[in-house]
C-alpha cells in the first residue's frame, strides 16, 4: 500500500489541524478511508510537527465540507500543486472579506468556486 501523501506545511501557525485518527472519527469512519479520500484528492494534508493532519477547516458539521473536494479537484486540473492550493484557501482576501476556506462555509462559497474556476484557466 502506497504512503498517505501530504505536502509542505503552508498553513498559518493558527490553523486548526486534525491528526488522521481525529478526521476519521469526526467522519464516523476508519482511518483507512480518511487515507483513500487523500489519495482520491478529496482533502489534502500536511505534516505538522512530525504529525501528518487535515486542515479543520476542510470538514463540515456533517462529513467533508461539501466544496472543498470539488475545489481541490478544479485547482489541481488547472495546475496548481496542493502547498498553492492550501495558500489560496488560507490567504485573506479584503473582497470576500476573510479567507476563502472561511467563506466555503457559508453564501460565499460558490464565489470561491468561481474564483478558483477562473484560476485555473
Known amino acids: 500500500m502506497s504512503k498517505v501523501p501530504y505536502t509542505d506545511d503552508v498553513l498559518p ?18 482511518v ?7 489519495r482520491e484528492g478529496a482533502l489534502i494534508a500536511v505534516r505538522r510537527d512530525g504529525v501528518v493532519v487535515v486542515p479543520e477547516r476542510f470538514l463540515g458539521s456533517d462529513g467533508v465540507a461539501k466544496h472543498v473536494p470539488g475545489l481541490i479537484s478544479v485547482l489541481r486540473d488547472g495546475g496548481y500543486e496542493d502547498a498553492e492550493i492550501l495558500r489560496f484557501l488560507y490567504t485573506e482576501d479584503e473582497s470576500l472579506p476573510g479567507r476563502p476556506v472561511e467563506a466555503l462555509h457559508g453564501h460565499l462559497a460558490r464565489e470561491v468556486m468561481r474564483r478558483a474556476q477562473a484560476m485555473a484557466f
Open 32 to 38: 483507512t478511508r480518511v487515507h483513500d479520500l487523500l
Open 13 to 30: 501557525a493558527d490553523a486548526e489541524v486534525l491528526p488522521l485518527p481525529d478526521v476519521a472519527d469526526r467522519l464516523g469512519i476508519v
